[in-house]
């Protein structure tokens, strides 16, 4: 299993992003080993249009079972729900603690997008 956090840093430490689509990294966690891979967002970073949409299809991509997020637009939760990944929105903490929280069943699974299509 695969776990993508909007994360602000490259590490299990950094902070989760608020932001999907614009979110400056993914980390890809195994929650069993907690090993973990990063994925710079900068191509969606300045976007004027579709960094939710893309971001989606990276997601997709690097193959995650489920995305950690602060926040999920509707065209981005279409392509994640599309491809199966569950959604699940959180605002607050650390990328490690989002993943500790999802390992002990605090968080989830959203059912549709927490925001409009407009956020940033």
Do not use: H
């Not at 950094?14 to 400056?24: E, H, L, M, Q, T």
């Not at 949409?53 to 729900?81: E, H, R």
């Amino acid at each position: 299993m695969k776990i993508a956090v909007t994360s602000v840093g490259n590490e299990l430490i950094s902070d989760v992003d608020p932001r999907f689509g614009r979110a400056k990294y993914f980390v890809i966690v195994d929650p069993k080993t907690l090993e973990y891979d990063v994925v710079e967002n900068k191509q969606n970073l300045n976007s004027l249009q579709g960094a939710g949409i893309q971001a989606a299809k990276t997601m997709v991509d690097q193959k995650a079972d489920i995305l950690i997020s602060g926040n999920c637009g509707p065209n981005a939760f279409k392509v994640l729900n599309a491809a199966g990944i569950k959604v699940i929105t959180v605002a607050n903490g650390r990328v490690i603690d989002a993943i500790i929280r999802y390992k002990s069943g605090q968080l989830q699974t959203a059912g549709a997008p927490n925001v409009d299509g407009d956020w940033a």
